[in-house]
């Protein structure tokens, strides 16, 4: 899991928020831009452009809407159901093949060439494997890779049941898992 | 009790020991005792471990442009919220159309700024501030630099020797034209909204920063330092990405996309081979000197050497880093345009 430390937001930054505080909402949206756009990165299958459109929509539908939330429920569960829903809506819309796209650059390796091809392969393989889940598998195993959330939390951003949750990222992961026991036996 | 069920929808949460104490223990034991469930938790585990080779990636700056510039024509939240929104977007809408038919018309014309030196406007040495608009030229001497407002997306910086004309300002393409010098320009807008003609062809932004130099003769450099820009002429085509470079030639086009930090051999083989009718020996050089990032290089030069080399130049990719599904070597070497997009898709993860 992605180590996080700025995860808990202050009321007052919502409170600033809804009151219309740009600098606010850019202080919020600095906190989440990555982790709202890597989950839509891999979830559409690297296609850069489509992980934006779904960024911008969540942080446009977060800021008009930030009036309504009342804060009786955790910012970050009304956040990442944002970005599922968005998540979900494009899957319905594009259908596609399993693809992959551009914009995104790996951290040179420090080991030698065959390690590099290596990590390569099995970075391919992982992301591979990711694009090949259902989406509401993929949508789980992804929320609880980015965020710390528990799983009632995870719940309420799918809004699911917390049973519903376990499910789909036992079978998410299995399926991963199944998919990946190749890479595991490497030396 | 021992479950009599297998627990498979509960073993993610049983991993992430987030099962209350009870279920835990019944869950335990039945893994313990159940060679399935065992296996399933193998599974289980190793998808949860394999995830950590997902990285965690920066969102383009290009995004919160986008974002401020819908929020400009948004109000805050407010309690009268929908109202105030219908309104504004009401007045955003005319306003809109007022621009767009103003913008029509007449185009737009955008603010310069003197950097340095007495940089000319049409007629006029500027001051402090100018402004431009479309079928203008500005012109900077030896000790001039300016500062052009490309609208709402960015600037452009006219460095010294330069003479640039501003085609078109509209908001749905805003396009200049660099007669000679070099402009640095830095885009934060939506890909295909800012274009730059030169004698070699045009560079379409998609979403970056660069710099493009073009010499009296039309000889051209691009060098991209974020994002990405397409360099287009007559259906020839080179995609360049932050970190890479790539040459131009007037009748010839863009050359072969290089990554700055590629080894110098490469580099004047890649001039000889696009520009100056190099051959087989220069397209040994590339191939024997590439490294993994060097198929940015390697992938523009599968559709551009005789038919004969493809084979070689697709061989030296597959060495360099694995193929991904999806990729046939026929089809590569067909140059199937899915094939190949594919190709690059997945390669760019390494760039």
Redesign the interface.
């Known amino acids: ?2 180590p996080l430390s700025d995860r808990e937001i202050s009321a007052d930054i919502i409170q600033d ?4 505080d ?1 600098d606010a ?2 202080a919020l ?1 600095d906190i989440y ?6 989950m839509a ?2 979830f559409s299958r ?1 296609d ?2 489509a992980a ?1 459109d779904i ?2 929509q969540v ?2 539908k977060l ?5 309504q939330f009342r804060g009786d429920a955790e910012f970050s569960t009304w956040l990442y159901r944002l970005v599922a829903n968005a998540c979900m809506d494009a899957a319905r819309r594009q259908k596609a ?1 399993p ?9 040179a390796g420090e080991g030698s ?1 065959e390690e ?2 290596a990590r ?5 393989s ?5 694009s090949a889940l259902p989406p509401k598998f993929r949508v789980a ?1 992804l929320l ?3 965020d710390d959330l ?2 009632e939390q995870m719940a309420k951003a799918l809004q699911c049941s917390m ?1 519903t949750v ?2 789909r ?10 998919r ?2 190749g ?2 036996r490497r030396p | 009790m021992i479950l009599t069920r297998h627990p498979l929808r509960e073993l993610a949460a049983y991993i992430d020991e987030r099962l209350p104490e009870n279920r835990a223990r019944r869950t335990e034991r039945h893994v313990a005792g159940c060679t399935r469930c065992g296996n399933d938790c193998e599974a289980i585990r190793l998808g949860m471990a394999e995830l950590e080779n997902l990285p965690l990636v920066e969102a383009p700056d290009a995004i919160w442009t986008a974002i401020e510039r819908q929020l400009q024509e948004k109000p805050a939240p407010k309690q009268q919220w929908r109202w105030t929104l219908a309104a504004a977007l009401v007045a955003a809408a005319i306003i809109g159309v007022a621009y767009w038919g103003a913008a029509r018309r007449l185009g737009v014309r955008w603010e310069v700024t003197r950097l340095a030196g007495s940089p000319v406007v049409g007629t006029t040495v500027i001051g402090a501030t100018g402004r431009i608009g479309a079928g203008e030229w500005i012109v900077t001497d030896a000790g001039s630099r300016a500062a052009v407002k490309i609208g709402e997306i960015g600037s452009v910086d006219v460095e010294p020797d330069t003479r640039v004309r501003v085609l078109v300002t509209q908001p749905t393409e805003h396009r200049l034209a660099l007669a000679r010098g070099e402009i640095r320009a830095k885009i934060s807008a939506p890909p295909r909204l800012f274009f730059v003609d030169t004698t070699a062809g045009t560079a379409v932004d998609l979403g970056c920063e660069y710099s493009l130099q073009v010499d009296a003769d039309g000889v051209g450099r691009l060098e991209v330092t974020k994002g990405w820009v397409l360099f287009q002429w007559k259906g020839l085509e080179s995609l360049v990405p932050a970190g890479a470079s790539c040459r131009t030639r007037p009748s010839a086009g863009p050359g072969i996309p290089y990554f700055n930090d590629a080894a110098e051999n490469i580099k004047q083989a890649l001039e000889r081979y696009a520009f100056e009718k190099g051959g087989v020996e220069d397209l040994n050089i590339v191939l024997a000197s590439a490294r993994v990032r060097d198929t940015l290089t390697l992938w523009h030069l599968l559709s551009r050497v005789p038919v004969e080399e493809r084979g070689r130049v697709y061989d030296r990719m597959a060495a360099l880093t694995p193929v991904p599904e999806g990729v046939s070597r026929e089809k590569a070497l067909q140059l199937d345009a899915e094939t190949l997009k594919r190709w690059r898709e997945e390669l760019a993860w390494t760039w």
């Open positions: 899991m992605v928020c809804r009151s219309g740009r909402f850019r949206y831009k990555d982790r709202v756009y890597s990165l891999y690297g850069a452009a934006s960024t911008q942080f446009l800021m008009t809407g930030i009036g093949a693809k992959y796209s551009q914009d995104m650059e790996m951290v060439q590099d091809y390569r392969q099995i970075a391919s992982v992301r591979a494997a990711v195993v609880r890779y980015f528990s799983y049973g376990a499910s990222l036992s079978r998410g992961h299995r399926m991963l898992g199944e990946l026991k890479l595991a």
